[in-house]
């Protein structure tokens, strides 16, 4: 039960910020005031605030009664009253003093016919109104109202000084006696030794009673006892075999635990918990997540599970770029379809003891295409505009050290207009950390590859000014085709490491395309190229940028053939529709048991196909149409392959042909036949193996002396 609730129901930490601000607004003057002046008392505490010069103040306590005709309570006095209410201060600064009444009598409601005074009569104890009077001499400057309500508290028969439940001991004394007894003073069926059965339900199901440990019998006389076997199913060698022991000795004791002395946990409690405070961050580590400056979290919606999450918490040095499809029949009211700025600009903990804004700016999307899936919503005239609508966020984090330094975030908004039916809403969240002007790039092992991370590729980047190369990663990607499918749409994903994949997107081409071959190659080669910008490719899943040793170049092939190309007016031969990508690795050792893989090269190369249209099935508009487009796919591909190193030296004549005694390729392994009796074995401890073996020696030697050759040499000798 909480002491004490006063009419604005402040909690602690409230009523301290509360105590700070107006102690700070009242720091300068010379007014006495109580803070809260009217108090309802639930409990036997009374706290409240004296807030002025309370240098030469002295406190008066009375009871007070309002008038039989106003309602009203008399002015404040200075004559001190006597009440059951004890009065203390405490100074809280110069001038501000906390005042606090605690009730000098029990609560413990009275028992039948007990003299004991000290009890309350009633349930409600305490209804009386107080007043404390802050006076200089026997004037009043401020008066505080306490109107107290107090009911009686009801305690347990018990004192509560012994707060431990003895449990009897089980060796002769089984905790559970009665398993089946489930219900509270409630007879359970079939459960004969529930002590809240009557004589009267036990004849219901005396006879059909729950059997073993769960039924009550938990001493049953075991069946090796010798008074349990009967004469009838005894068979002859029991009598030999069966124990006398006395019942006490029984198995079922052993299920239960040695009887002790326990102290009870707390049991759950409706007061209001003490919430400690959060525990500061210092600096950030990667992969924490970020804070703001209300310790709470910075989120930003994110994939988790292949699902979109609105606020999902941004890790620290964890770049991500993501993309969330809705599903829109009408406008966006809330987050984070529909965004303010000022709800943007969140201050963040930098992780270093300072305070970081975050910076907003606003882009104005034009061409919707990329993010609404169905083109022919766009700049429809039908349906609901939705203006202002926030179709991207992108954040840059700068970070230095253990800290962020600063925080930008580009919120791309743009006019949607609906129209009848559902439209399909692609917006995008992305988050990139730079140290700098350099983003920081994440690894993709250490030192070895990891399957399912990204291959790192490299374009050669010299420093004129120290002479020095370096090599500025970038990405080997494939197609990655979204909503229609089309090649001018299409985005790109980085190929992972271990995982073959194939992927492409549509390009579509007219009469009029095919009458240019050239320039179709042309257009497919540089879409192509677009794919894989990287001249260099990392051996390893952590390189370094100015160490070529850790690079390799990557293997193009030539697109020019010598055949001579077969071109037509309808119809272009040669066209590189297909770019394959071949990763060729190997293990090149293993670090604490786990196979480190290096790309020992990577070969890029294309095939070619012919393009003709294709008239046929009743169509006939692409071959008439001139300006009329048809669909051709334009494809990637990856494939990694492992080099099986073999480092034992090589194997002579005698070993590959004779095999007899190769344990690797035979059942019958003859150099281990004593295995078991070396240091090496295992499998059971080596006295016990060793005894096992010179056993079989023995019966060898045995089965020598009394077999057929040992006897054939005794007759030769007793011959002679």
Partial sequence: MANVVDVFFLSPSSFRLLCVLLFISLSDTQTLVFRPPYVTATGPTVSALLLGNASEISLNLRTVLPSNTTGRFGPPSCLPGVTQWKLTTEPMGKTAIQVQLRLNRSLRLCGDNETDTDCCIKPLCVLETLQVSACVGSTSLASLLIQAEIYAQLFPANDGFDNKTIIPNQVYQPLGSCPCDLTFRACDVRCCCDKDCSTEDLKLFQAHCLPGPFGGQVTPPPDYQCSVQSSENSPDWFPFLCVTSPPENNPYLGLFYQGDTITPKPGPSFGSPVLSAPVPTNAYMEGSPILTINDEYFTVPQKINGRCVNNAPVAFLKNFDVECITLLRSCPTGSPLQTVPTDLMITINGGEGDDVPVDVSDEVATDLRQFISSTGVLGSSVGQVCENMTLALDYKFY?????????????????????????????????????????????????????????????????????????????????????????????????????????????????????????????????????????????????????????????????????????????????????????????????????????????????????????GGGDISVCVDPTETQLFPITSSVTFTDILLNTGPPKTRFQINFTEYDCNRNDICWPELAFPMTKFYTGEPYSQSLAKGLILVFFFIAASVLGTPWRQIRQVWNSL
């Fill in 399 to 615: 970070w230095r050290g253990n800290g962020i330094t600063q925080t930008t975030l580009t919120r791309t908004v743009g006019t949607v207009t609906l129209n009848d039916s559902a439209v399909a809403v692609t917006t995008r969240y992305s988050a990139v950390f730079l140290n700098g002007e350099f983003m920081g790039e994440p690894n993709s092992g250490n030192p070895g590859y990891q399957v399912g991370k990204p291959v790192i590729g490299g374009i050669m980047d010299s420093f004129v000014e120290n002479n020095t190369d370096s090599i500025q990663r970038t990405s080997i990607n494939l197609w990655r085709p979204v909503n229609n499918g089309l090649c001018s749409t299409a985005e790109k994903k980085p190929i992972l490491f271990g995982e073959n994949s194939t992927s492409g997107c549509l390009l579509p081409v007219s009469q009029q395309n095919l009458t240019q071959c050239d320039l179709l190659r042309e257009a497919v080669t540089s879409l192509q190229r677009a794919l894989v910008e990287a001249t260099y490719v990392s051996k390893n899943g952590r390189p370094d940028a100015l160490t070529m040793t850790d690079w390799v170049n990557i293997s193009f092939g030539s697109l020019n053939s010598s055949m001579p190309k077969e071109d037509t007016n309808s119809s272009c031969s040669d066209i590189p529709s297909h770019l394959h990508i071949h990763v060729l690795s190997l293990v090149t050792g293993v670090v604490d048991g786990v196979p480190q893989k290096y790309i020992r090269s990577v070969q890029i190369n294309h095939s070619m196909s012919s393009w003709r249209l294709e008239c």
